[in-house]
């Protein structure tokens, strides 16, 4: 077996690599999105409390199995049990997946980045901006290309000098950014047409505020759902990036903090972004102006900055910076995933391997970002949504794959390898694994059984 040579430098380098393919546009765009459709502070709650039992399992599963074996994904699950080998490769195909088009969200990303450093922050404003960028068929392709360049080149210098240098500066300057632009929107204060103050304050009481009119029991399953499906895809977990970056974690890190880190991380800057972002959209249109997805951070925040005024350029700025961050070190993530399981599967060096993935995907990238001009499809996703390209994949990758993935590699550890084969990792150096017990009934019981649950509602089979 050929030595690794691919290693953080120690915890901080690890638990901010990880932090960074955590932290992406699922926090961004998705979770503030929830939380003012899935009634405020009771998704909160139920958020909070699916970090510290379900995501804390998960997270910890993918951490240990990859640092245990040393693996990614396809070593990893063949080394637990060669019968699984399957699973490893189905682990494998979800970053195969998602490298096609989070280049393209990056790139368009990058693209409002420039427009409003260059002063066009009124014309970002207008109503058919986003539409008519996306349905070129040059600029989208262009930043696509340039934002998967960026990614390749990061990759390319390896786990030490490429992806943990570059987060161990971009991670912290992003905290300090959601930071800033949530208490500056806080202090907003705007005066409608018919008269009427609306304040920060009223929109962040909104965003912390339970709200339980009209909860019935679907509507609670509906929540519990969305939170469970939002915290998958928001910890990275699940698509063998986890075990990737755990392979690379020297045998004496304390795992035990660097998951409760990595969880304070990502979560923080999700309920951050939503301090930032509802109370903007409240202010200023109202709790009927949150867009979801692409066009809460296209659409709906523009909008929302061009009515700051002077002020607004400057936010959309910062904001858009922030989101460039956000989306480059999961980009990293997701390509370092793919290129550490091809150079163990081919025996290829790091160097050769990057640049063979950076020309499929640099082609990849581009056919995605025509997704909405000249290869324009239409398809009626089972779970009731109308795709483009974009969507297909994304469809595919976290609505189908990541909850199946899950679902096995609960019963996997759970009732074949055993939960043992975690809980040794997480005490290898004699540290205790505080949460053992709940551990183990989680992986055992409430995960495979929520997962099944979340499978057969997200692939529309139940609904
Ligand atoms: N975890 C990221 C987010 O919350 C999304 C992501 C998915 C990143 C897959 C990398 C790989 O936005
Ligand atoms: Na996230």
Same mark, same amino acid.
């Given at each position: 077996?050929?030595?690794?040579?691919?290693?953080?430098?120690?915890?901080?380098?690890?638990?901010?690599?990880?932090?960074?393919?955590?932290?992406?546009?699922?926090?961004?765009?998705?979770?503030?999105?929830?939380?003012?459709?899935?009634?405020?502070?009771?998704?909160?709650?139920?958020?909070?409390?699916?970090?510290?039992?379900?995501?804390?399992?998960?997270?910890?599963?993918?951490?240990?199995?990859?640092?245990?074996?040393?693996?990614?994904?396809?070593?990893?699950?063949?080394?637990?049990?060669?019968?699984?080998?399957?699973?490893?490769?189905?682990?494998?195909?979800?970053?195969?997946?998602?490298?096609?088009?989070?280049?393209?969200?990056?790139?368009?990303?990058?693209?409002?980045?420039?427009?409003?450093?260059?002063?066009?922050?009124?014309?970002?404003?207008?109503?058919?901006?986003?539409?008519?960028?996306?349905?070129?068929?040059?600029?989208?392709?262009?930043?696509?290309?340039?934002?998967?360049?960026?990614?390749?080149?990061?990759?390319?210098?390896?786990?030490?000098?490429?992806?943990?240098?570059?987060?161990?500066?971009?991670?912290?300057?992003?905290?300090?950014?959601?930071?800033?632009?949530?208490?500056?929107?806080?202090?907003?204060?705007?005066?409608?047409?018919?008269?009427?103050?609306?304040?920060?304050?009223?929109?962040?009481?909104?965003?912390?505020?339970?709200?339980?009119?009209?909860?019935?029991?679907?509507?609670?399953?509906?929540? *519990?759902?969305?939170?469970?499906?939002? /915290?998958?895809? #928001?910890?990275?977990?699940?698509? !063998?990036?986890? %075990?990737? =970056?755990?392979?690379?974690?020297?045998?004496?890190?304390?795992?035990?903090?660097?998951?409760?880190?990595?969880?304070?991380?990502?979560?923080?800057?999700?309920?951050?972004?939503?301090?930032?972002?509802?109370?903007?959209?409240?202010?200023?249109?109202?709790?009927?102006?949150?867009?979801?997805?692409?066009?809460?951070?296209?659409?709906?925040?523009?909008?929302?900055?061009?009515?700051?005024?002077?002020?607004?350029?400057?936010?959309?700025?910062?904001?858009?910076?922030?989101?460039?961050?956000?989306?480059?070190?999961?980009?990293?993530?997701?390509?370092?995933?793919?290129?550490?399981?091809?150079?163990?599967?081919?025996?290829?060096?790091?160097?050769?391997?990057? *640049?063979?993935?950076?020309?499929?995907? /640099?082609?990849? #990238?581009?056919?995605?970002?025509? !997704?909405?001009? %000249?290869? =324009?499809?239409?398809?009626?996703?089972?779970?009731?949504?109308?795709?483009?390209?974009?969507?297909?994949?994304?469809?595919?990758?976290?609505?189908?794959?990541?909850?199946?993935?899950?679902?096995?590699?609960?019963?996997l550890i759970g009732w074949i390898v055993t939960p043992d084969y975690v809980i040794d990792e997480m005490e290898r150096n004699g540290e205790k694994f505080h949460r053992k017990k709940l551990y183990c009934v989680m992986i055992r019981f409430v995960a495979p059984v929520m997962m099944f649950i979340l499978f057969l509602q997200s692939t529309g089979i139940l609904s």
């Amino acid at each position: 077996m050929e030595k690794k040579s691919n290693h953080f430098s120690g915890q901080l380098g690890f638990v901010l690599a990880a932090a960074g393919s955590a932290v992406g546009v699922g926090n961004l765009w998705r979770f503030p999105y929830l939380a003012a459709k899935d009634g405020g502070g009771l998704f909160l709650i139920i958020y909070f409390i699916l970090v510290l039992t379900f995501g804390f399992t998960l997270l910890t599963s993918d951490i240990a199995i990859g640092r245990r074996t040393q693996k990614s994904a396809i070593g990893a699950y063949t080394q637990m049990h060669p019968k699984w080998k399957f699973l490893g490769i189905l682990t494998f195909l979800v970053p195969v997946l998602i490298m096609t088009y989070y280049a393209v969200i990056g790139g368009w990303i990058t693209k409002y980045a420039v427009v409003y450093i260059t002063g066009q922050a009124q014309a970002a404003a207008t109503d058919d901006y986003f539409t008519s960028f996306i349905t070129s068929s040059t600029s989208p392709v262009i930043f696509a290309l340039l934002f998967m360049g960026v990614t390749a080149l990061i990759v390319y210098n390896g786990v030490e000098k490429g992806i943990e240098k570059v987060s161990k500066w971009m991670m912290p300057i992003l905290l300090i950014l959601v930071v800033i632009i949530a208490v500056y929107s806080l202090t907003l204060r705007h005066t409608d047409t018919s008269g009427q103050v609306h304040t920060g304050l009223q929109g962040f009481l909104y965003y912390l505020t339970p709200d339980f009119t009209g909860l019935t029991v679907p509507r609670f399953l509906q929540i *519990l759902l969305d939170a469970m499906s939002q /915290l998958f895809f #928001s910890l990275s977990v699940s698509m !063998g990036i986890m %075990i990737t =970056y755990g392979s690379y974690v020297r045998p004496e890190v304390n795992l035990n903090k660097a998951v409760n880190q990595i969880e304070i991380f990502d979560t923080g800057v999700a309920f951050l972004a939503g301090a930032m972002i509802i109370p903007s959209v409240y202010v200023f249109s109202g709790t009927e102006g949150m867009g979801a997805g692409p066009s809460l951070m296209f659409v709906s925040l523009p909008k929302v900055f061009s009515a700051m005024g002077k002020a607004g350029i400057f936010v959309g700025v910062l904001f858009f910076v922030t989101a460039i961050f956000a989306t480059l070190s999961s980009c990293i993530s997701v390509l370092e995933s793919i290129t550490a399981n091809c150079m163990e599967i081919f025996h290829t060096s790091r160097k050769k391997t990057v *640049l063979v993935l950076s020309a499929i995907y /640099l082609a990849a #990238s581009a056919v995605i970002a025509l !997704g909405y001009s %000249i290869f =324009y499809v239409e398809v009626n996703l089972p779970n009731g949504s109308v795709g483009q390209l974009l969507d297909i994949m994304d469809y595919i990758s976290n609505s189908v794959m990541m909850p199946f993935i899950a679902l096995l590699s609960t019963i996997l550890i759970g009732w074949i390898v055993t939960p043992d084969y975690v809980i040794d990792e997480m005490e290898r150096n004699g540290e205790k694994f505080h949460r053992k017990k709940l551990y183990c009934v989680m992986i055992r019981f409430v995960a495979p059984v929520m997962m099944f649950i979340l499978f057969l509602q997200s692939t529309g089979i139940l609904s």
